[in-house]
């Protein structure tokens, strides 16, 4: 199997935080590879020391053997990336952006039209190529900026949290792209803070915290960690959370979490009837809910079951964006 | 969304972009983006002429003394600012850049490091240019004329752009410093006591001895002073007492020492990222 990215033991500071903090990596060629965690994790950090960005304070990383302190120009060469903000010139046409990146990758000036135009046409921007960047919506300018990383026909794309903000409509047309681009024969190296995100895309997932790898392998063998779905109630009052609980566990499945708070209880399900069997459990304890869903695990549940304490309180968000 | 291609054979050998090329492309980049918006045009020329008219105007009667009719005193020694006042313009276009991940999509490219931060340059030396040309269309209409010859009034602009461009890199390192551009805006507050406290208004010997010191041993004094000499041909030695001659070491020399330093400093924060 072909190595696309190789990390060990990365190091690197900001003044005393450490971002990274001994972080190792492999991302095989011809898939997604997801790196996942909460905010504050490294996500950005390591992407931007993959792309030559930054310099590291320890460590080797090596991009399809070439190492990126010695050797930048090389990696620069094979890689396209798109950050979290739209880095597209909005005086520009959408047309003139991509020639201009492709000259940048050392394109002759008609090969960097021909670039352009075919990227334009794979991302769904032939009609909007010739308006002004400033006139395009948000999800368009992510299009056009994921666009300007792909016009280098890199060999590595390099993508950081490409979905955030984007509506739920854009986002899975991102996907759909991403996945096209692999099947094309690009590799995709992805950060996320979204478990549904990495599940996916990925061929393969790396949880990362606080600067090192906690955890990884497929999104199948990830999930089953937590133990397959998460069965979620929101019950009725909350003196009846200790009822719900109670219901839950009945069905020898995982361990039932209350939250007080959303007046809500979770439990992982394995099984595939898991829905089922708790309203039947439910029903027979005689107990009124509200709501009950079928729905992944979110980041914070695989953190709590691989590392025994949430992921981040800002996870909320997330959680409320995968059910 | 369409079906995907292929993606397209990389013609020859991975590249790397040459400096020319690339510098060329992305002056292209900033260029455009200054071109395309008319705001950014109309309001620093609007402004410029503003209060190139209030100078003009409202201290004219106070300014007999300078030897020559005040605006012809005056138009040299504020175009020579803009240097200063556009240069707060460069360090928040570089800032945004740094803030919308411009930068660091430009630092992912095969593209030698030093042609981002020389199209910067030469893109806003060529804006300066351009501001600078308005102001002196605007300064010619309300009565500024050339006492040397026009070759002079040439050269005048020209050391204008070459002291700019100097100026320019004091402006990108800036503006990387300041990450953002209200930042960038904020520290550009820095060049007011350099445009006003230099010759560039009234001459420096009418200032209080403390303001003369300053003024007299700062970079601007010396270049406007020999742009100024330039524009007034034979009148020179009367209103700022020597030939241009005599300032134009001084300047040239300043304007290489700021070179020296900022150019490096800015490379490295950029490297550094």
Not at chain 1, 53 to 81: K, M, N, P
Not at chain 1, 152 to 175: F, H, K, Q, V
Not at chain 1, 207 to 212: F, L
């Amino acid at each position: 199997m072909k190595v696309t990215i190789e990390a060990q033991g990365l190091e690197k500071r900001f003044g005393k935080t450490a971002a990274l903090a001994g972080l190792d990596l492999l991302a095989e060629s011809g898939q997604v590879t997801a790196v996942l965690g909460p905010n504050g994790a490294g996500k950005t950090t390591f992407v931007r020391a993959v792309a030559t960005l930054l310099r590291l304070d320890g460590g080797t990383l090596r991009v399809a053997g070439h190492d990126v302190q010695t050797d930048a120009s090389s990696v620069r060469s094979l890689i396209g990336l798109a950050g979290q903000f739209a880095a597209v010139e909005g005086a520009m046409s959408g047309r003139e952006n991509l020639e201009m990146v492709a000259r940048l990758y050392g394109q002759n000036r008609r090969t960097a039209k021909a670039s352009a135009a075919s990227v334009l046409e794979q991302l769904g921007l032939t009609e909007p190529a010739d308006r002004l960047v400033r006139t395009y919506s948000g999800g368009m300018k992510r299009r056009l900026d994921l666009g300007a990383s792909l016009v280098g026909a890199p060999r590595l794309l390099l993508l950081d949290e490409p979905t955030t903000g984007l509506d739920p409509r854009s986002r899975i047309e991102l996907w759909d792209a991403i996945r096209a681009l692999v099947e094309a024969g690009t590799d995709v190296l992805l950060t996320t803070q979204y478990l549904d995100e990495a599940d996916q895309l990925a061929g393969r997932i790396a949880i990362i915290d606080h600067g090192r790898t906690i955890a990884a392998g497929t999104p199948v063998d990830l999930k089953r960690t937590v133990g397959g779905d998460v069965v979620e109630v929101h019950a009725r009052r909350q003196d009846q959370l200790a009822a719900v609980a109670e219901a839950l566990a009945r069905l020898d499945e995982g361990t039932p979490q209350i939250d007080e708070a959303t007046r809500r209880v979770t439990v992982g399900v394995a099984r595939r009837d898991g829905l089922l069997t708790a309203m039947h459990s439910l029903q027979s304890a005689e107990v009124e809910i509200d709501d009950i869903a079928l729905r992944q695990p979110t980041l914070d549940e695989v953190f709590l079951a691989l590392t025994g304490h949430r992921a981040d309180t800002e996870d909320r968000a997330a959680q409320k964006h995968a059910a | 969304m369409a079906s995907i291609a292929a993606p397209l054979e990389r013609a020859g050998a991975p590249a790397s972009t040459g400096l020319v090329s690339s510098t060329l492309t992305i002056t292209r980049r900033a260029a455009l983006r200054y071109v395309r918006t008319p705001q950014l045009i109309v309001m620093a020329s609007v402004q410029m002429s503003l209060f190139f008219l209030i100078y003009r105007y409202m201290f004219s009667g106070a300014m007999r003394s300078v030897g020559v009719p005040y605006v012809d005193y005056l138009a040299p020694g504020f175009i020579a600012t803009g240097i200063l006042f556009s240069g707060i313009g460069a360090a928040v276009a570089m800032a945004d850049d740094v803030h919308d991940g411009y930068i660091d999509r430009l630092r992912s490219l095969p593209i030698p490091r030093s042609s981002v931060l020389t199209a910067r340059a030469i893109a806003d030396t060529a804006i300066l240019g351009l501001a600078a040309a308005v102001t002196a269309a605007i300064a010619y209409a309300v009565g500024f004329r050339l006492h040397g010859s026009i070759a002079a009034g040439l050269a005048a602009f020209g050391l204008m752009l070459v002291f700019g461009f100097a100026f320019e890199w004091v402006f990108i390192t800036l503006g990387l410093l300041a990450g953002n551009s209200q930042a960038a805006q904020a520290m550009g507050m820095i060049v007011f006591p350099f445009a006003f406290i230099s010759s560039a208004y009234i001459p420096v010997s009418t200032m209080p001895g403390w303001l003369q010191a300053f003024a007299n041993h700062q970079p601007l004094t010396p270049m406007i002073d020999t742009i100024r000499a330039l524009t007034l041909g034979p009148r020179a030695d009367a209103v700022v007492g020597h030939p241009a001659g005599h300032y134009l070491a001084p300047s040239l020399i300043w304007a290489a020492a700021i070179l020296a330093v900022a150019v490096p400093v800015a490379v490295a924060r950029y490297r550094r990222g």
